[in-house]
């Protein structure tokens, strides 16, 4: 038997907003910054910025790519083509905001973590996989805030595939970052159920929902009795 698995998606950084409920999947999503350092491309991103948050997202992916242009090495600027992507349900161009990202910033593990997150979501795990990857080499383990993530995301790659030691293992690794991690509990102990490991498993679900992801009782009451 296999089991559906509770996702998290970070997916820019700022704002976030969870949300939980049995069968579906919790995601993190935020909202961009307005840009308002007085140059050419701060001025041309923020003219993007203005109609992306009055829909016109055709205009806004036009004038961030216009100051991705005067400069690529700005972060913020693909994030708001990403935004405005999203928004437009633009697969597409959300897999060239970041194809262009990751050329033009190559240090950065957050372009390579969002980057995965996209991949992961267009059904493209291996390439997902290296992206997560490149994302913790470059991560430095004591500043990165968002190294649970990357572990944890890269561990729903290999969920997906059906790799699930390879998927126990990256949770680990996020729960030795983050101990906390409730997602990285239950959606191990989805694969350590797949691997028939009822008792790693069911202690897993206990430890999800005393973390705060209360769902798992559902698990824990069909599969653990």
Known sequence: MTLNFYRMHYFLSLLILFLVSLGTYAQENSEEEFITMDNTANGINNEGYEAMERGDYEQAKQLFRQAIAIDSSAVPYYENLALACQRS??????????????????????????????????????????????AIELSDPEYTDLLHFFFFNRGNAYLKLKDFQIAVDNYGQALEVFPQHAASYANRGMARYNLKDKKGACADWQQAYNNGYKPAANYQNKYCQ
Do not use: H, T, W
């Not at 990751?102 to 980057?115: A, C, G, L, Q």
């Open 89 to 134: 349900d633009d697969q597409a161009g959300l897999l060239q905001c970041y194809r262009m990202a990751k050329k033009n910033i190559p240090d950065d593990p957050n372009i390579f973590y969002y980057s995965g997150d996209v991949l992961q979501n267009a059904g493209r795990y291996q390439e997902a996989i290296r992206d997560y990857d490149r």
